[in-house]
Nanobody, 127 residues
Framework: QVQLVESGGGLVQAGDSLRLSCAAS????????MGWFRQTPGKEREFVAA????????SYADAVKGRFTISRDNAKNTVYLQMNSLKPEDTAVYYC????????????????????WGQGTQVTVSS
């Protein structure tokens, strides 16, 4: 069973950048699709980005496309989320996830199908 630990969250101003990291342990993630979700109080966890393990294909939610970049370093067993041009509406707890299957369509990802989550890292963007 893989364990996931996120880091890199914080308080920034609108327009700033942050890079989140997700360090995996317990097993390699080189054969796993990995992703990021986010959640605000009172709302369901929503998909942000995913990266496949086969050819590193990526999928993004429309709200972050062009601003966020997901990447992975299998040698370090780590996944990253580079977030640029941050907006106040990006404020949320960001969760790393091991995903059972890669989809090119972002609307196919649902948190109910995720079995492994990290503990989350808070990102707050002030206006």
């Amino acid at each position: 069973q893989v364990q996931l630990v996120e880091s890199g969250g914080g308080l920034v101003q609108a327009g700033d950048s942050l890079r989140l990291s997700c360090a995996a342990s317990g097993r390699t993630i080189s054969d796993k699709t990995m992703g990021w979700f986010r959640q605000t109080p009172g709302k369901e966890r929503e998909f942000v980005a995913a990266i496949s393990w086969i050819n590193y294909s990526t999928s993004y939610a429309d709200a972050v496309k062009g601003r966020f970049t997901i990447s992975r370093d299998n040698a370090k067993n780590t996944v990253y989320l580079q977030m640029n041009s941050l907006k106040p509406e990006d404020t949320a707890v960001y969760y790393c996830a091991a995903i059972s299957q890669y989809y090119s369509r972002s609307d196919y990802y649902t948190p109910r199908e995720i079995s492994t989550w990290g503990q989350g890292t808070q990102v707050t963007v002030s206006s």
